[in-house]
T-cell receptor, first 114, second 113 residues
Framework: NAGVTQTPKFQVLKTGQSMTLQCAQDMNHEYMSWYRQDPGMGLRLIHYSVGAGITDQGEVPNGYNVSRSTTEDFPLRLLSAAPSQTSVYFC?????????????FGPGTRLTVL | AQSVAQPEDQVNVAEGNPLTVKCTYSVSGNPYLFWYVQYPNRGLQFLLKYITGDNLVKGSYGFEAEFNKSQTSFHLKKPSALVSDSALYFC???????????FGTGTRLQVTL
């Protein structure tokens, strides 16, 4: 199993550009989520999904869109990048939606917005 | 709303000494509690969890944590620290009826020879 994979590993954008961060998992996990990690702020939840076709907002959803057309994939879209979105982004997945199972994290995408 | 506090930004300990990384939480109802570790330039890795049952839970790499309901704490411990334990540690909580996991701000553990 590859686990949770994320692409790209690094990205530099100019303000106003758009891009999609890719996330895929091969563990047949129902629950998937996106976090951003900023110094001194820990991980903050952006969006999450409890299954294909179902998504919901986390703590910091503004400026980001998600969709979940398949169980495996959960892309994160930045429609118009802003410097405040400079961060490290992690995708995670877990078995079921009850919350009792641990999350598996991808290696992260380091995004810089100039 | 649920929340997690990790009061120490950094914990320093000598190799071979016991270590404790503190975590307190606030949640409605019963908590699901987790510890994760992050090594440099890597994603988070699961260490251990408390869902129900015995208050002392054991996890990976010799780590353990004690759930204390009255003090709303879930401190991470290890009897004898290793230099290789140096990393960033995150505590996380989810209420039993919630749909999201909330992370603390992280504690950097530095183990020196």
């Amino acid at each position: 199993n590859a686990g949770v994979t994320q692409t790209p590993k690094f990205q530099v954008l100019k303000t106003g550009q758009s891009m999609t961060l890719q996330c895929a998992q091969d563990m047949n996990h129902e629950y998937m989520s996106w976090y951003r990690q900023d110094p001194g702020m820990g991980l903050r939840l952006i969006h999450y999904s409890v299954g294909a076709g179902i998504t919901d907002q986390g703590e910091v959803p503004n400026g980001y869109n998600v969709s979940r057309s398949t169980t495996e994939d959960f892309p994160l879209r930045l429609l118009s990048a802003a410097p405040s979105q400079t961060s490290v982004y992690f995708c995670a997945s877990s078995y079921g939606t009850s919350g009792i199972f641990e999350q598996f994290f991808g290696p992260g995408t380091r995004l810089t917005v100039l | 709303a649920q929340s997690v506090a990790q009061p120490e930004d950094q914990v320093n300990v000598a190799e071979g000494n016991p270590l404790t990384v503190k975590c307190t939480y606030s949640v409605s109802g019963n908590p699901y509690l987790f510890w994760y570790v992050q090594y440099p330039n890597r994603g988070l890795q699961f260490l251990l969890k408390y869902i129900t049952g015995d208050n002392l839970v054991k996890g990976s790499y010799g780590f353990e944590a004690e759930f204390n309901k009255s003090q709303t704490s879930f401190h991470l411990k290890k009897p004898s620290a290793l230099v290789s334990d140096s990393a960033l540690y995150f505590c996380a909580v989810r209420g039993a009826t919630a749909s999201k996991l909330t992370f603390g701000t992280g504690t950097r553990l530095q183990v020196t020879l």
